[in-house]
């Protein structure tokens, strides 16, 4: 009844009844049909990718979205656009998948071999891990999914607790651009670099981060002048013509179109005309 109220008490309310552990593999085992709902939890994720092959579930649905658990245990691709509470339950099941290779959250294809060969003492962008020109994740839901299926090179499942970390020197770092995310993607990113023993690093904090914008900032400045110069060849041109045609000049006050009024500038074009 405390679960059903509250499904974040759930995981601590497993762990610590070995009676309530038993009923509810003997309750869950009977379900053919899985249903989680928008509150589903890290914990209650993990919990389910653990004990998901031990039921007889056939389907999983979340959010109104149903998946075939034969698929998500063996299926070599899921191209399903994902939610965030989706992406959340999904990535623990996906990331104990050995044949999955391609997966699309938010509507472009993402390669896992690249998010499962992360090696130690190196430094991945995201841009690298998810085949884009930019380290930022296109939304929460494929970055919550991507940070889910993180893993070491040659590990096909993640590491127990006590091992967290032992397969990456303090080096090994991530580069990811996270300033427009939310809170429950910025919670994956967290868990995942402690699961792999990863430094998170913001993109603009990188070196070359830095230099992107420090040259983007030298590439407006160099616009501005580019756009000033031609100004100011255009204005003198205008000047010679006007010196050219009779005219005092055209630069400032010496300008036709302040020396003259309409009427006299009106009378000066018909005298050139009839010259």
Not at 126 to 131: A, D, I
């Amino acid at each position: 009844e405390v679960a059903r109220q509250d499904l974040v008490v759930l995981p601590e309310l497993v762990a610590a009844c070995r009676a309530l552990q038993v009923s509810l593999k003997v309750a869950l085992a009977r379900q053919r049909c899985l249903v989680l709902g928008g509150e589903a939890t890290y914990k209650v994720a993990e919990l389910l990718a653990c004990n998901l092959h031990s039921l007889r579930a056939e389907t999983l649905e979340v959010c109104g979205d149903v998946y075939s658990v034969e698929e998500l245990r063996s299926g070599v691709r899921l191209g399903a656009s994902l939610s965030t509470s989706q992406a959340i339950v999904l990535a623990p099941l996906l990331r104990r998948n050995a044949s999955l290779r391609w997966v699309r959250p938010a509507g472009a294809w993402l390669s896992v071999s690249s998010m499962r060969s992360l090696r130690s003492g190196c430094v991945f962008r995201w841009g690298s891990l998810c085949t884009q020109s930019v380290d930022a994740p296109r939304n929460d839901a494929e970055c919550i999914l991507v940070a889910g299926l993180l893993e070491a090179e040659g590990h096909a499942s993640p590491p127990p607790p006590s091992l967290a970390g032992a397969q990456f020197p303090q080096g090994a770092m991530l580069e990811v651009d996270m300033r427009r995310l939310g809170t429950r993607a910025k919670c994956s990113l967290t868990r995942a670099a402690k699961r792999c023993g990863l430094q998170l690093v913001g993109s603009e904090q990188a070196p070359h981060g830095r230099a992107r914008e420090k040259g983007g900032s030298a590439g407006c400045c160099l616009a501005m002048a580019a756009f000033i110069l031609l100004m100011l060849v255009l204005r003198l041109s205008e000047d010679a013509y006007a010196r050219r045609a009779g005219f005092p000049g055209a630069l400032l006050s010496q300008h036709p179109l302040k020396v003259y009024t309409f009427t006299e500038r009106a009378a000066l074009e018909r005298l050139q005309e009839l010259d």
